[in-house]
Every structure is written in C-alpha cells, then in structure tokens.
C-alpha cells in the first residue's frame, strides 16, 4: 500500500491488520504530497504500482480507471452502505465505485474570529451581501477582513468553487468535470469571477494577500492573532489552530457554512471541499481477496472511527448521531457541526483541482489568480479554461 506521510490513523489500521494477518502482511510505503501523485503515475506506467494506493478520487483516479488500471468495488465486497453517499461520489464513474472512503472528512467553511468580529459590530455572515457588508466595517476597523494564503493560488480557488455552486447549482461543474469544455462558458462562471472581483476590490483581503503562503502558517496566525476576522479553508485548519492557539480555539474561534446569495440558482446546504481520500485496487493486484478483507474490516471499523473523532476529524460514515451525542470532547460541538454539514448537503463538490484531469490543475490555479488579481475580466477565465480542456 502506497499513501502519504501525515495518514497516522491510517497506518495504526494497517498494523492492527497485520497483527491479524502475520502470513499476508500489508507493506506501507509512505510519500510527501508533492512527490506523490508523480511516483505513482511512474509506477503504473512501469507496472510495478502497488496492489492498494491512495488517491483524492475525482479526474486522477479516473484517469486510472479509464486506463483499466483500477478495479471497482462492490458493497458485497467492501460495505458500501456504512459511507456518506455524497463522499462516495467522488470515486464513483459510470455507476461504478473504484476506492474506499479512507480518512476524515474535509468540506471548507469560513472560519472567524468572534472577538474581532464583535468589535467591529459584525455578524457572522450567512449570505453573500452581508459577508460584503462585513468586509466594509472589519476593513473600517483597520483589521484584514479576510485571512487569503494567495501565493498558494488554492485557497483562491475555494472561493471560486463556492460562488460557482451558489450562482449556478451544482450541475454547472459537474457538466465541466464531466469533460465538457463548453461548460466553462456557462454564464455563471462568469457571474462567479465577478463576484471574486468584487471581494478583491472592496479590500477583502487586504493588501498583501498574494505574498502570504499557507503552508508556512501566515494565513491561519492572521485569523489567531485578530490581525483577520475570517478564513475560508478546510477542516484541516481546526487542527491546526487548536495546536498553534489552543486558548483562542476554547475562546474566540467561530465557524459557519459558506453563505447563501439571493437569487442564485445553488443550494445554500451545498458544500465543497475534499470529500475525503480514497484507497483503491489495482486491477493486476495478486493480492485482491487480501486487499479486500482489508478495505472491509479494517478501513472505517469502530476503532478507526473512534480514532478519527479523538483527532477532532469526523469520518465519512453514517449513524454517528449517538456516538457525536454522548462525546465528552473539548471538540464535540466542532465535530457535530462538521458532521451535520455534510449529512445535510445535497452535494459535496470535490475541489476542482483534483476533480478535473492533471493537466488542466495548472492552468486552472494560474487562471485563479489572474481573476483574483484582476489582470484578466471575469468572462475571460471561462474562456481560458475552455481552451484549456480541449
């Protein structure tokens, strides 16, 4: 089994099936994320990828589908059912089911810094035109209305796939990942970009968005330090603050669903995000009844369950209502409110970089951020895009 260095959950699952298998023992290979998905195109390509491996699900793993690389499974085989239907979408083509859900679930929601926001005689915003009037008082008040990581281009990109949802339904993406290139021209796609125009130009995100990078924690200590009243990122991010801002987690941090905007034709219970990873089998495993019993009995069992929700991450599964209900976690209500959202959504659109084909990522996050930086108009994003894909 391949996945990536930061699956601590995952790996305890493996060794509990070793201890229970000594005679078909799984061989866990871990990589770092920008390694990753390199290596394993390389090892497909050589025939020497491993019988189970990890993946985001969408365009990626369908490449490998489309390439008979990958075989699906079955609720006989695996329990299908115990899963979150709307997670398992993302490893689903043509009917078919090809990975297991294998981790937490990461929609994004816009985070906030109560004391801030309070200061400023602001609420938390539930739809578009108050996040807009929230923006003008925070920035009144000399504070970043909104913590943006722009140099990374993704966390711009998450913007953008909520506006898109709320302007035009879910239907409109899935047009686009589906392989149509025309559906980047669909007029709200544009109606989107202008409104990410409209955020970058009432101040949003202040003036020195695209110099701060996530991954070195700039973006997250904005929000902590009540330098930002928001941040709109994944649910990776409470971990993150509970351990760099513990006190200010118990205090201060808030958190809401992206919000609503009038006349839009999407569904404010609509979320976006990772879904959740995925293990699948590759198709020339001489291991598959294994690799099987080991998707079945050992990914999602209570154990790992149990292990998830110690870790403040709720796992894509069904029926945690009592198990959320009797918790006596410092994170309790953040875990319920995770859970709720993603029970509740109608759907639950996979970030575009992943669910589009490899080649188009790249010129998806350059088009971002020429939108987000206003060097191109909102219908030309449509347009580069389109050309893009075919």
Known sequence: MWALTDQTILKESVDAYNKDH?????????FANDDYKQKLRVAFGANQAPDLFFSWGGGALDDYVEAHKVDAV???????????????KSATFDSQVYGVPANGL????????????KDAGVQPPKTYDDLLAAVKKLKGDGVTPISLAANSKWPTLMYL????????????????????????????VTAANTRLQELAKAGAFGDNASS???????????????????????TWEYANLVKAAPDFVKKDLGYVAFPSLSGGKGDPKS????????????????????????????VMNDDQIDAYLAAGSVPPVNGLDSKLASAKS?????????????????????????????????????????????????????????????
């Not at 990461?106 to 926001?117: E, T």
């Open 22 to 30: 000594p005679d078909q023992k799984i061989t866990l290979r871990l």
């Open 74 to 88: 079955t609720d006989a085989q695996v329990d299908l059912l115990r899963f979150t239907p709307s997670v398992l």
């Open 106 to 117: 990461a929609p994004v929601v816009l985070y906030y810094n109560k004391k801030v926001l």
């Open 161 to 188: 796939e909520y506006l898109l949802d709320r302007e035009g339904g879910s239907t409109v993406f899935d047009r686009i990942a589906s392989g149509d290139p025309a559906g980047w021209k669909d007029p709200a």
């Open 212 to 234: 701060v990078n996530y991954d070195q924690g700039a973006s997250t200590a904005l929000l902590y330090t009540g330098k930002a009243g928001m941040e709109l990122m994944g």
């Open 271 to 298: 979320i976006a995000g990772n879904p959740s990873n995925f293990l699948s089998l590759n198709s020339a495993s001489k291991h598959k009844s294994a690799a099987l019993t080991y998707l079945k009995n050992y």
């Open 330 to 390: 410092d994170d309790k209500a953040w875990l319920t409110f995770v859970y709720k959202l993603v029970q509740n959504s109608p759907t639950f659109q996979l970030s575009w970089d992943q669910a589009l084909p490899s080649d188009q990522a790249d010129p998806l996050l350059t088009n971002v951020d020429k939108s987000f930086l206003r060097q191109i108009k909102p219908e030309e994003f449509g347009t580069n895009m389109s050309k893009a894909a075919k």
